[in-house]
Every structure is written in structure tokens, then in C-alpha cells.
């Protein structure tokens, strides 16, 4: 039997998962295979701490060179994340024509065109599921399942650690900020969690899935990003009264020549399968002009998921391995010469309904004010609402609107913002009425 | 640019859809594969109906030996369904070098092993990815996104007819055979619904999923199948007072070294994410031991849906004779010597907790006899509802049990069904409390 020989990048947790796949289900990966799947190298700096899973001597080194200069290493898994050395590491294994599987989104989203070009040069395959969406195989859906689609939309709930404080916040009306205290406790947010919550994560992912589903190339940092911090537990509340769920959502859209990104957190109707995605797991929902809408959910992160993609990719390149073949099929499913670049829909022209919760003093004709300036920007009011529950202080008034131009809204907010009666900065959250 | 040549086997509504793919995406596929898919050849008896697309002539033969013996075809599309000739042309494609892209599920249930036999030795591949679930990517996952992991179970609603009915009485309260008769008037429902609302589809479907997800061989005929047309409106109803859903599913367990594998309508908690499959929307939930459950969903069925699909499969053939691989992966993920014959657990020895609803005559002591029957085969009753609405005729009582083996059920049931009071077969449903 043939033996095909893997090097790791990066003994952290995902790390640590891959080797336990290695170990517990070695026998399954070599019968799918008709190959034997060997791990003969992990390099990290930290040689020391104890990971909980037996290593053969030799196998961990703190030298990336040793691994990535074996020619006897034909696929290296690229788990240190972050930009750098990462990049470093990955375009050398490139270079030396070694296959990359990586989870790494926030290298791919500020890298991926470099990375994918070199590996097209080289001949090799980059492989990434692991990086969107945890064990859920999506990307590889998108590439070769419904590879015969134009899509029109995707819409994801890409961030586990948003999603499970959205949803303690919903089911236990608590604060964002003790739900973010909780959940750092319990390890399902980071120390730093900027990343995560402020959307950049999401929109990292976005930035891939965009790529894969329009064919269209898109720097991240072109996709408008609002995270979770500043919604609150009242905004969820208010949001059920109208029969929605709040969710940050990843949005792409094709709308003509150009193209929708947008991460923000998002009011989608309660009864919509998206809505009951909830806790750390993940979901991406595509349209395919074929296929129709097709939804994926699982975990999104952890140790055992995430290196249970990992591994599926691992497996998919040793069948190229085994045939010979260099790239079976492009990172983002066509080759990076054929990739466009759409425009990206500026956010002042994106149209949606809107949640606006203003927080007034409570006097008369506050209510007659605000209607009047959205009205003379043309924003039809869907519905009101004005609970009056703390009377003394700022009173929440939270209307619906009807769908507008969002330059419309931020120039009537800009004004409302203005009058005596408002107290804070007005929130506004966009609705998705139709995710089709 | 290559050409690669493909033929079709059967033009009804899959087929014209997949003729559809062609003429719509052909760019994009072109574009994905960098090689020509094009469809040299359309063999169907019925060569004069007008299927509302334009064919170039000579294209449509209803010779299918003209497209079997075609050197310069690759790649065969059987959409012919059933048994016969459909096993017979697809063995002699193979014979001749061709790879099989087929959404004949019955055809695989039954003739799986010849088939994917024959195609190990002539060195062909056979890719069904809809054949079960339609346009949602189930086969690739588990074959290979999932291929890392052993699974313990899965679960499915499998069948868009009977989703739909199930859904359509739910949400009007509609008598099974009324849904039945509106679903056959707006096609949603064979003439002779018989393979779809009896189950033997969803265990067509069923014995392919577990070839794949536990890698040994089920006959179809080895599962217990049970359909929906003794479901009624009212049990829905019941359902609903218990905090349920009624589902068609179908189950695959691992269970030590025996496979449970059972199709029959199923009370699933409502707040599961099954629960909001509705309508023609199928959905597998698997469970893999490191990526956790995974859940797909999407159109069952439909043209434009399975045409997705095929043409998925295809790009994936098309890829292969690129790179002039015959095999790329077997197509239960493992080959067919490696393939186990796991023991199918008997149903009498399946436990479950059950819904049992008596129809009695409205007497005093009936409850209390049934309660002693149920106690002396060691059946323990969780809830039980009388709501005595009818109470001139039979009257509906609803036992929920906890856990029990089917056995004891059976023989408790088959010792309440003798009771005077009895008036009518006692209706079981089994609930499946703990999807994992």
C-alpha cells in the first residue's frame, strides 16, 4: 500500500484535533484511500506543552524549515494562523510543490490571490474547508456539487461565538456584555475578541464564499462590517414582538453587474430555517439558479470539526496524490485569470427595511417629529412601537420601515439624531424579509 | 479548449432539465472545467413530444444502442428510472468505458452491488448524487468532506411527497387522503403513489445512505419500511399538544456491531432543526464522531433540482477524464470487497418511546385495563390525553411511553386489541426523542 506523507503547521487545538484523527481513525482514512495517511512531521514553536494526545519521538520539531524542505512531505496542513509567517510558510511548501490544506480564513481573505496564483503556478492544490464554516463541508458544495449553478444570494451565520451570544442574549435576556464575560469564561470567545464579534471573522469568510459563488474577487475589507456589540437584549426582545430573530449575517447577493457584502447583524423572520440555527453552530443558505436555495449547518469551530475538514480535504488531495494530478479543480472553483472583479454595491445604495430604536425624552410630539423627517426622506413607516417601561429616563420608540435606500435612512437619522428629544445615537438594524 | 462528449438516457422532466443545464450554464461550466461538456446524444422512446426546449436535429435518437456503442461518449447520464432496461444499459456502458451519472435510486437499492462491481473492474466511475435528496450534495459529504469520520447515525426526510402531505395536513388539518388527491392534481404526487407514500422510496434511499456512512451492504428489503397512509390529522394534532413533529424518516444507527435501519413515521421535538423541513424539502442529519451532526437540506426533487445534481456528478466525471483517472473514489467511498454485512437489528428489538393512540368506547375502566396491559409488559406511560370529543362513537386515548423494546409493545398492543372496548387497530408511532 501506498504511503503518503503529511506535515503539520501549528500544534494548537485544531492542531491537536487533526492528530487525533490521524490516530483514532487511521484505518478508516487507509480503506477510503487504498493508501496509508502518515504524519511524519509537526512543527510548532512550543515543543513542550502537553496536548493530551501520544506523539512518536521526533515528530514534533520547532523547525517549520525541517518540514517544509522534506521532499518526502507532500501535503502540508497550515494551521498557525493569522497573517504571518503563515504566508511565509505557505508560499515556501507552494514553492516546493507540496499541497496546502489550511484553515486559515483571515490569510486567505487578505492573501488568497497571491497564494491561489503561486499554487497555480506550482501546480498545486490549496485546499481550505476547514476555514468557512468548521466541519460543514460548504466550500466544496459550492465548487463541484452545485458547480453547474449561477447563484444569486448566500447568506450565512459564519461566527460561532456571535451566534452563541446572540442566542444567550435571546433565551436569557442578558446582557451583551455578561454574555461575553460567560462565553470567554467557557472558551467560546477569544481573550481578544474583536475578531469575532466586531464581524471581522464573518466577513473574512464572506470575502471566500463570494469569491467561490460569483466568481468575483473580493478584498475584505470591501465588505461593509458592523459587528454585535452595540445591539442589546431590548433590540431581541422588540424583535420577537415582530416575529423576527436577530442574527449577524453574512449577505452576498448578485444584483445586476453588481454585487452585495455586507455583514451586519440582521432581523430575519422567526419561522425562516436560518433563524433556528442557534448557539456555536453555523449555517450557510445558497440560491443556486438550478439548485434552488440549499442549506448546510453543523458546527462552525472546535477542535474535533474543524479537523474533520481538515481531514476531507487531506483525503481529497492523496486522491490526487495517488493519480498524479496537480489541481484537480481551482481554489475558487476557476482559474484566477478567469476570476472578475465586480463592483461592490456601495452601502449607501443598498435597499432593506430597517428596525430604528430611538431613545427619547418622553414628551409630547417626539413620536410626530420623527415620523415627519423619515417621511420627508420617504421612508414609509411599516409599524410602531413605544412600550413606555421606564418613563423617568430615555423611553425606547422603535419603528419598522417599510424597504428604503439606505442613504436615505442615514441622512433622515443624521437629522433625527439632531433634536433635543433624542438621547443616544439612534441603532438601526437591517431586515431581511426575503432570503428566498 | 477539450470536448467532452456526454449522452443521455431517458428525456422526461429530469432530462429536460439536464438539457436545460446544458443550454443555460454551458459557459459556466466550460468556464469551471476549462474543457467543453457537450451533449452529443439524447436516447428516449418518445422522440415526438415537445418537452418546451429546442434540440438540434439528429440529437434525439430512440436507439440506445447508438449512444451505448459510441466510442466518442464518455460520460452516460442514465435518467431512464426503475429496473429494467435501465440495469441493462447502464452494465453495458460500463462494459464499453463509460462513466455513469444516474439519479436511479430503486436501481441502485436493488442492483447496487452488480453494478458498482462491474464498474470496479471496467475501471468506470458511478456517481448518484441524485439519487437521494435531490439537489443537496448528501453523497459527495459523506464520501468525502466527511470521509474522515466514522458516523453513528443519520437521519433523514427523504421523500418530497410525503413532506409535502405531512406538512399540508399540519397546517390545514386536512385528512391524508384529501392531501393525497391535491397533491397528485398539482404533481406533486405519482398517479400511483404507492413507492412514495408507503416509504419504499425513502428506503431506496436509505440503504444507499448507509452503504455510505457505515460502509456495509443493506438490501433495501432488509429495512423496516413503514408508510404514512395511516397517519391522521388528528394524531398531528396530538403531536402538536405533546410538543412534536410528524415526520416520515428514515434511521440509520450504529448500534454496537448491528445497523438499525427503519423508515416509518416518526414524532420528532418540534424545536429540532428536522422539525422546519416542510413542504418538498428533504434534509439528512448525520453524525460524525469528530464533525459532530451535520445537517443538509434543500428541494427533494423537482427538474431543475436533480438536474443540479447530475450535472454536478458530471463536472466531477468530466474532471477525472481530464486527468485520465477511471476511479477516483468507489462509490460507496469504499470498494466493494471492503464492504461489510453488518447485521440489521430485528425491530422487535428497537427501543423507542411510542405514541399510541386507542380508539375505545367511551366506558368506564377502559383506561385502567389498558394502563395494567401496558404495567405487565414493563411499558412505563409518560402522559396520557382523553379528550373525549366524540364521545356517541369511539373515542381517541393517547398514550406517550417512555423508552421500550418494540417487542413488549407489540405483544401489549396485541393484548389490548382483543379488549371489547377496542374499536378500532391501535395506531403506534414511534418518537425519536434524542437526534444526537
Known amino acids: 500500500m501506498q504511503t503518503i506523507k503529511v506535515g503539520l503547521l501549528g500544534f494548537g487545538t485544531i492542531g491537536t484535533g487533526v492528530v487525533k484523527v490521524f490516530q483514532q481513525n487511521g484505518d478508516l482514512l487507509a480503506s477510503r484511500l487504498g493508501a496509508n495517511l502518515e504524519l511524519v512531521r509537526i512543527a510548532d514553536l512550543d515543543t513542550t506543552t502537553d496536548r493530551g494526545v501520544q506523539l512518536a519521538p521526533g515528530l514534533l520539531t520547532d523547525d517549520a524549515q525541517a518540514l517544509l524542505n522534506d521532499p518526502e512531505i507532500k501535503v502540508v496542513i497550515e494551521l498557525i494562523g493569522g497573517y504571518e509567517p503563515a504566508r511565509t510558510f505557505v508560499l515556501q511548501a507552494i514553492r516546493n510543490g507540496k499541497h496546502i490544506v489550511t484553515a486559515n480564513k483571515a490569510l486567505l481573505a487578505m492573501h488568497g490571490e497571491e497564494i491561489f496564483r503561486a499554487a497555480e503556478e506550482a501546480g498545486v492544490t490549496v485546499m481550505f474547508e ?12 459550492i465548487k463541484e456539487n452545485l458547480g453547474a449553478n449561477n447563484f444569486s444570494a448566500l447568506y450565512g451565520i459564519l461566527n460561532g461565538t456571535c ?3 446572540l442566542t444567550q442574549m435571546d433565551e436569557e435576556g442578558a446582557a451583551f456584555a455578561d454574555v461575553l464575560a460567560d462565553a470567554q469564561k467557557q472558551g467560546y470567545a477569544e481573550a481578544d475578541p474583536t475578531f469575532d464579534i466586531e464581524g ?5 469568510k464572506l470575502a471566500l464564499l463570494i469569491g467561490l459563488c460569483f466568481g468575483t474577487r473580493v478584498n475584505f475589507d470591501q465588505i461593509y462590517t458592523e459587528g454585535i456589540s452595540k445591539v442589546t437584549a431590548l433590540d431581541i426582545e422588540f424583535a420577537h414582538g415582530f416575529g423576527y430573530k436577530l442574527k449577524l449575517l453574512a449577505i452576498g447577493k448578485k444584483d445586476g453587474e453588481k454585487i452585495e457584502a455586507r455583514v451586519h447583524p440582521t432581523m430575519i423572520p422567526e419561522d425562516y430555517p436560518l433563524s ?4 456555536v453552530f453555523n449555517s450557510v443558505r445558497m440560491v443556486g439558479d438550478f439548485s434552488g436555495p440549499v442549506m448546510l449547518s453543523g458546527y462552525g469551530a472546535g477542535m474535533d470539526a474543524t479537523a474533520s475538514a481538515i481531514m476531507g480535504d487531506v483525503l481529497a488531495v492523496a486522491r490526487d496524490l495517488q493519480s498524479n494530478i496537480g489541481i484537480r479543480s481551482p481554489a475558487l472553483g476557476c482559474p484566477q485569470v478567469q476570476m472578475t472583479s465586480c ?7 443598498v435597499v432593506s427595511a430597517y428596525y430604528l430604536r430611538f431613545m427619547v425624552k418622553d414628551q409630547p410630539g417626539v413620536l410626530a417629529q420623527i415620523a415627519g423627517i423619515l417621511g420627508n426622506h420617504e421612508i414609509s413607516i411599516e409599524s410602531m412601537v413605544q412600550p413606555h417601561r421606564h418613563a423617568a429616563e430615555a423611553v425606547p420608540i422603535v419603528f419598522m420601515t417599510h424597504e428604503a435606500e439606505e442613504r436615505d435612512v442615514t441622512a433622515a437619522l443624521a437629522e433625527i439624531d439632531q433634536l433635543d428629544a433624542i438621547q443616544e445615537d439612534t441603532l438601526l438594524i437591517r431586515i431581511e424579509e426575503n432570503l428566498e
Open 276 to 279: 433556528s440555527i442557534n448557539g
Open 200 to 204: 471581522v471573522d464573518t466577513a473574512h
Open 163 to 165: 451566534n452563541y451570544i
Open 343 to 349: 463592483e461592490i454595491k456601495p452601502m449607501d445604495q
Open 130 to 141: 476547514a476555514a468557512v464554516g468548521g466541519g460543514i463541508p460548504i466550500i466544496s458544495a
